[in-house]
């Protein structure tokens, strides 16, 4: 039977086998276009599959490398900042520490200065702090920031650590010269204690590099001056004060004349280690 057609008022008819014939070209084409469409995605996911994974997997690569490095470098900055804050406290408490020193250090200067005022508490006395001296690590000379201001005037005594530094050379309103026992040109009338013989002790250019001072004119005919016997400043001194203490015989010698006796006296006085003085505040009197 062959499919009626109206046209008009005219009837079509179409064979069988043309409306065979067109219902299989029409399958053919929707095969082909679905083929087609399945060829094109396959495509699409190979491009896909070969291009665009490997990238978003680069990407989320980098993406994770950055977040790391980013995470690191917020990790070492905070661990910059502690550091930085740990050294200003290791910085603050250096410096704690040194000021405790310090206060230590004059605390300990001061007693030994309060007990050297209450030995000698017969004079009238004033401290004083050293500020200049002479090159090289002892002090031969050196100046002190008191004056005439305060009383203070040429050959007055200086003592410190124990006993006789030396004496006032030169004065101004507010400073003094104080040239030590230990000075080239120093000379002291002094006596040994335990036999109450008299020497003269000097400083020497020598021996003041090794803390020592010089002593001569000892006669001790009965041999009573020892090693280690206590030295003061005699009573017929003219510049110094009666009974200061300025060390203790470390050597003894028969002079060439072998009427007297010289050596070497180690003074009380560390030379080498002065920050503050006492200034005995009178002179001594002639004839005293």
């Known amino acids: 039977?062959?499919?009626?057609?109206?046209?008009?008022?005219?009837?079509?008819?179409?064979?069988?086998?043309?409306?065979?014939?067109?219902?299989?070209?029409l399958c053919t084409g929707l095969i082909a276009i679905t083929f087609n469409t399945s060829v094109f995605n396959g495509s699409v996911n190979s491009v896909a599959a070969?291009?665009?994974?490997?990238?978003?997997?680069?990407?989320?690569?980098?993406?994770?490398?950055?977040k790391g490095v980013s995470d690191n470098l917020a990790s070492i900055k905070a661990l910059q900042d502690e550091n930085a804050a740990l050294r200003q406290k290791v910085d603050d408490l250096t410096n704690e520490n040194t000021g405790l020193e310090q206060d230590k250090y004059e605390l300990t200067k001061l007693r030994e200065l309060y007990s050297l005022d209450n030995q000698y508490s017969d004079y009238k006395k004033i401290g004083a702090r050293i500020?200049?001296?002479?090159?090289?690590?002892w002090y031969h000379s050196f100046?002190?920031?008191?004056?005439?201001?305060?009383?203070?005037?040429?050959?007055?005594?200086?003592?410190?650590?124990?006993?006789?530094?030396?004496?006032?050379?030169?004065?101004g309103?507010?400073?003094?010269?104080?040239?030590?026992?230990?000075?080239?040109n120093s000379s002291v009338s002094a006596t040994v204690l335990s036999a109450s013989e008299n020497l003269i002790a000097t400083g020497d250019l020598e021996l003041y590099n090794e803390g020592q001072i010089a002593f001569s004119k000892l006669v001790d005919e009965a041999d009573k001056v020892t090693v280690?016997?206590?030295?003061?400043?005699?009573?017929?001194?003219?510049?110094?004060?009666?009974?200061?203490?300025?060390?203790?015989?470390?050597?003894?010698?028969e002079d060439s004349n072998n009427l007297t006796k010289s050596g070497r006296i180690t003074p009380v006085v560390d030379f080498e280690y002065m920050d503050e003085v006492l200034v005995?505040?009178?002179?001594?009197?002639?004839?005293?």
């Open 143 to 171: 100046v002190i920031d008191k004056g005439t201001d305060s009383g203070v005037v040429v050959d007055m005594n200086v003592i410190a650590g124990g006993g006789l530094v030396g004496r006032i050379t030169d004065a």
């Open 50 to 66: 070969t291009f665009v994974v490997p990238m978003q997997k680069g990407i989320t690569t980098v993406s994770t490398y950055i």
């Open 280 to 288: 005995i505040m009178q002179l001594k009197k002639t004839g005293e």
């Open 1 to 25: 039977m062959s499919p009626v057609i109206k046209r008009g008022g005219d009837k079509f008819t179409l064979p069988s086998k043309y409306l065979l014939f067109i219902l299989t070209i």
């Open 131 to 137: 500020i200049a001296k002479d090159a090289g690590n």
């Open 228 to 253: 280690g016997d206590k030295v003061v400043t005699s009573n017929i001194s003219d510049k110094y004060l009666p009974g200061i203490l300025i060390g203790y015989i470390s050597t003894i010698e």
């Open 173 to 184: 309103p507010d400073w003094a010269k104080v040239q030590t026992i230990i000075a080239d």
